[in-house]
């Protein structure tokens, strides 16, 4: 009788072992289903916060608007120079001597000023802008423009043909914008849009990323119908060079 009875509790020490086992990689389970989800649902994949994107350095800060007073001159700054340039209609050679000139006061009072109260004369501070701003500016640019060619070299020679397409789209939309207006009002729209959308985007991420989400579907299930009744029909294959007799 005490036979059984162990026999019958080692049974059902076992069961239960075997249940609580069962349900602890069920949860585990759903736990990375759940995590791989929320990292596959985020825009492109991401894993990393928008701030470190961003580059995670004081540029990031005021994207972001870390410091209010900062991101608000900045963009009041540029804000001004557009008003001058476009509502204003001023000219950059205008606003380049205008500002020469209001300097060369300024120095040419404080010189004659100082002489006059304190009966010595003041030097006037040498404004010297060094040769390594100029440099790095210019490698920066040049790096940046390499960058953008091989790209589009890349996508042109070697590059699928969805993304050529959508490249090709992309340029033409940039085309259409700049017809409706000028360069420096493309620049300060991009500069407007950089400075406001990353913190839209950091503060509503989940509704965003639904939003994205949803249209990059529609937009996939319309490339499919495309490419299958159209794209799919255009010979693929690489030219050969004809040889001459």
């Not at 994207?63 to 900062?70: D, E, G, M, S, V």
């Not at 996508?155 to 699928?160: D, I, P, Q």
Request: hydrophobic fraction near 45%; proline fraction near 2%; charge should be positive.
């Amino acid at each position: 009788m005490a036979d059984k009875i162990t026999t019958e509790n080692v049974l059902n020490l076992v069961e239960t072992l075997a249940d609580r086992v069962s349900q602890q990689k069920s949860v585990s389970f759903e736990e990375g289903t759940s995590s791989v989800t929320s990292k596959f649902n985020r825009l492109f994949g991401r894993e990393k916060p928008v701030h470190h994107l961003l580059g995670g350095g004081k540029s990031a800060d005021v994207l972001l608007w870390r410091n209010k007073k900062i991101s608000a001159s900045v963009l009041s700054g540029a804000t001004l120079i557009w008003v001058l340039f476009e509502w204003l209609n001023y000219h950059l050679l205008t606003l380049i001597c205008l500002a020469l000139v209001l300097g060369m006061l300024a120095q040419f009072v404080w010189t004659n000023a100082s002489g006059l109260f304190n009966r010595s004369s003041s030097k006037v501070p040498r404004l010297v802008l060094p040769d390594e701003v100029f440099v790095s500016v210019g490698r920066s640019i040049g790096v940046e423009v390499n960058c953008a060619l091989q790209f589009l070299q890349d996508v042109s020679c070697g590059g699928s043909l969805k993304q050529f397409v959508v490249i090709v789209a992309s340029l033409w939309a940039a085309a259409v914008i700049g017809s409706w207006c000028n360069f420096l009002t493309v620049l300060y729209i991009g500069f407007v849009a950089a400075h406001t959308l990353p913190v839209l985007y950091e503060r509503y991420e989940d509704q965003v990323d639904d939003f994205v989400y949803k249209v990059l579907e529609q937009l996939q299930g319309h490339y499919r119908k495309l490419d299958a009744g159209l794209l799919s029909k255009i010979p693929k294959g690489k030219l050969k060079g004809k040889k001459h007799e």
